[in-house]
Nanobody
């Protein structure tokens, strides 16, 4: 599976962005999809994940109620809607594909290249 993340940008605090992740391969619908982020000088952290069917989702406490993950298996796409953005959300956001709905980055075998999100105060 090859992944390509897009949709990042510069936004003011309180604003919104929608990240997209395009996946190649006919087996996309078999994978759990996750979003992670890494801020400068910090370790990569879990943001959200969605089951292969879309029926189960999982969020980090820091983004719960503000971010929404979704997927369209017909289009091989996964999305992350970012609302009520805060300066501390500034990071490079990565999409990833794995087999288990988990926050553990090591469980994801495939990673996209990342897209920068910058939130100004």
């Amino acid at each position: 599976v090859q992944l390509q993340a897009s949709g990042g940008g510069l936004v003011q605090a309180g604003g919104s962005l929608r990240l997209s992740c395009a996946a190649s391969g006919r087996t996309f619908s078999m994978y759990v999809m996750g979003w992670f982020r890494q801020a400068p000088g910090k370790e990569r952290e879990f943001v959200s994940a969605i089951s292969w069917s879309g029926g189960s989702t999982y969020y980090a406490d820091s983004v719960k109620g503000r971010f929404t993950i979704s997927r369209d298996n017909a289009k091989n796409m996964v999305y992350l809607q970012l609302n009520s953005l805060k300066p501390e959300d500034t990071a490079v956001y990565y999409c990833a594909a794995g087999r288990v709905l988990t926050a553990v980055s090591g469980s994801y075998a495939y990673w996209g290249q990342g897209t920068q999100v910058t939130v100004s105060s």
